[in-house]
């Protein structure tokens, strides 16, 4: 929505009506904009973080991790994104976090989401978690935040049809397998006892359906770079549906919007730092998904530190300060292999 790029159907009062459904939570906490950084409004550069969890349901509410920390800036101009993954295994100096019990330590950086849900802190306190745990690592505050729950993502990209995805590999994919010729969970695909074949994601450009398009994006074993090629997947599925509902009509068909907005419904919680929702569809109505510009951490590729854990290059590191300070286009111009190569 926020990248349509084109004239959005019907007044603000229409949007607001349409995004009721979405659940909006305090995401947030202590990592949000202060006053003094602009949080009071969205006139200046505009910082979302976005975190993709696996939630099943037969796993526990409260044991669940991020897998995919993307953070997404836009500049003052609000005419260009940028989308930055934050690798799952970077190690990071998590803060204690009193509302669970947790003490503060050095793990994983998905482990923060975990560390704030558990002990009934919920998604809520894992996202607050997480964004205090980069802001301490990269000093980005943000004016928003989003969970994306993997499993209601697929809704919403049948909610645009299809999009157009180019692997640059075949993919193999560890999740799922067809039998009979219809795609399932390995796990269930195993209970039926028949012949399985497994799902295979071909190079070249394609049109996906929703449960193509997510599987392969949750792809890393087999991959030249694992998990940094995954980041990169990722990247390209939000560019593709962003792309997709500004070309279908979406963003100008009343019914196909609402289609969108209920799915969307089902798969985020939102944060949007008190600002209103429709506010935030018409700030971005002047980016595209043409305008959506993905970029690597550590070179795309991974990056020891001397503990033999993953860490941020210094570069990356000057990337997130060149978030920090609004200067990301001046930053890419002068580091231009950090721009993804995917389409």
């Given at each position: 929505m926020v990248t349509s790029g084109i004239a959005i159907v019907g007044s603000k009062a229409v949007i607001s009506q349409a995004t009721g459904s979405i659940a909006q939570r305090n995401l947030l906490g202590d990592a949000g904009k202060t006053l003094a950084e602009g949080g009071s409004n969205l006139e200046g550069p505009i910082d979302l973080l976005l975190l993709g969890v696996d939630a099943r349901e037969r796993w526990a509410a409260d044991d669940v991790r991020a897998d995919s920390i993307i953070v997404l800036h836009i500049p003052a101009t609000h005419d260009q994104a940028y989308?930055?993954?934050?690798?799952?295994?970077?190690?990071?100096?998590?803060?204690?976090?009193?509302?669970?019990?947790?003490?503060?330590?050095?793990?994983?950086?998905?482990?923060?989401?975990?560390?704030?849900?558990r002990n009934g802190g919920g998604w809520e306190g894992g996202a607050q978690l997480m964004a205090q745990?980069?802001?301490?690592?990269?000093?980005?505050?943000?004016?928003?935040?989003?969970?994306i729950n993997f499993g209601g993502f697929k809704s919403?990209?049948?909610?645009?049809?299809?999009?157009r995805i180019c692997p640059k590999q075949d993919v193999k994919s560890i999740h799922m397998s067809y039998v009979d010729g219809e795609p399932m969970w390995n796990a269930d695909a195993k209970k039926t006892g028949k012949p399985r074949t497994p799902v295979v994601h071909k190079k070249g450009c394609?049109?996906?359906?929703?449960?193509?398009?997510?599987?392969?994006?949750?792809?890393?074993?087999g991959m030249k770079n694992s998990d940094y090629d995954r980041q990169q997947n990722q990247q390209q599925l939000i560019k593709a549906m962003a792309k997709k509902a500004s070309s279908n009509g979406t963003m100008t068909d009343l019914g196909k919007l609402n289609g969108l907005i209920k799915a969307a419904g089902k798969a985020f919680i939102l944060d949007t730092g008190g600002v209103p929702v429709e506010d935030f569809v018409f700030t971005m109505r002047g980016v595209t998904g043409n305008e959506l510009i993905m970029?690597?951490?550590?070179?795309?590729?991974?990056?020891?530190?001397?503990?033999?854990?993953?860490a941020l290059s210094e570069q990356t590191l000057d990337m997130?300060?060149?978030?920090?300070?609004d200067k990301l286009a001046e930053f890419v111009f002068y580091n231009p292999e950090v721009i993804?190569?995917?389409k």
């Amino acid at each position: 929505m926020v990248t349509s790029g084109i004239a959005i159907v019907g007044s603000k009062a229409v949007i607001s009506q349409a995004t009721g459904s979405i659940a909006q939570r305090n995401l947030l906490g202590d990592a949000g904009k202060t006053l003094a950084e602009g949080g009071s409004n969205l006139e200046g550069p505009i910082d979302l973080l976005l975190l993709g969890v696996d939630a099943r349901e037969r796993w526990a509410a409260d044991d669940v991790r991020a897998d995919s920390i993307i953070v997404l800036h836009i500049p003052a101009t609000h005419d260009q994104a940028y989308l930055i993954s934050i690798p799952r295994d970077t190690e990071a100096r998590i803060p204690a976090f009193p509302k669970t019990g947790y003490q503060g330590g050095v793990e994983k950086i998905n482990a923060a989401f975990q560390a704030g849900a558990r002990n009934g802190g919920g998604w809520e306190g894992g996202a607050q978690l997480m964004a205090q745990t980069i802001k301490s690592m990269t000093g980005v505050s943000f004016d928003g935040a989003a969970i994306i729950n993997f499993g209601g993502f697929k809704s919403v990209i049948d909610a645009l049809g299809t999009v157009r995805i180019c692997p640059k590999q075949d993919v193999k994919s560890i999740h799922m397998s067809y039998v009979d010729g219809e795609p399932m969970w390995n796990a269930d695909a195993k209970k039926t006892g028949k012949p399985r074949t497994p799902v295979v994601h071909k190079k070249g450009c394609q049109e996906m359906e929703g449960w193509a398009a997510l599987d392969y994006s949750r792809q890393r074993y087999g991959m030249k770079n694992s998990d940094y090629d995954r980041q990169q997947n990722q990247q390209q599925l939000i560019k593709a549906m962003a792309k997709k509902a500004s070309s279908n009509g979406t963003m100008t068909d009343l019914g196909k919007l609402n289609g969108l907005i209920k799915a969307a419904g089902k798969a985020f919680i939102l944060d949007t730092g008190g600002v209103p929702v429709e506010d935030f569809v018409f700030t971005m109505r002047g980016v595209t998904g043409n305008e959506l510009i993905m970029l690597k951490t550590n070179g795309g590729t991974y990056n020891a530190n001397g503990n033999g854990r993953e860490a941020l290059s210094e570069q990356t590191l000057d990337m997130f300060h060149a978030v920090k300070q609004d200067k990301l286009a001046e930053f890419v111009f002068y580091n231009p292999e950090v721009i993804s190569s995917r389409k």
